[in-house]
């Protein structure tokens, strides 16, 4: 199973990169993503991700409850960092 992780603004910066591809036996639940992402990158990272300012998109879709989230084969998942604007 393959899916794409894709990070977006200020969380492209903190993970230098704008995606990382991921290969897993099984599909991955959020708990298993957030675990991928603290062994990535690092723990503040995922725990940046989990926080209730970064919304989250699946196949170009918002999720409401991230949580709830399962990953399966050619999923991708965007991180969308909270925006200013004025």
Not at 10 to 20: D, K, M, P, S
Not at 45 to 65: I, Q, R, S, T
Request: glycine content about 12%; charged content about 25%.
């Amino acid at each position: 199973m393959k899916a794409k992780l894709v990070f977006l603004g200020r969380l492209e910066e903190q993970a230098g990169r704008g995606f990382e591809d991921i290969a897993a036996s099984a599909p991955l639940d959020w708990t298993d993503v957030l675990g991928w992402l603290g062994d990535w990158h690092s723990i503040e990272f995922a725990e940046a991700v989990d926080g209730e300012k970064v919304k989250v998109a699946l196949n170009g879709a918002l999720v409401a409850d991230k949580h709830g989230i399962v990953l399966n084969d050619g999923d991708e998942i965007a991180f969308l960092p909270p925006v200013s604007g004025g």
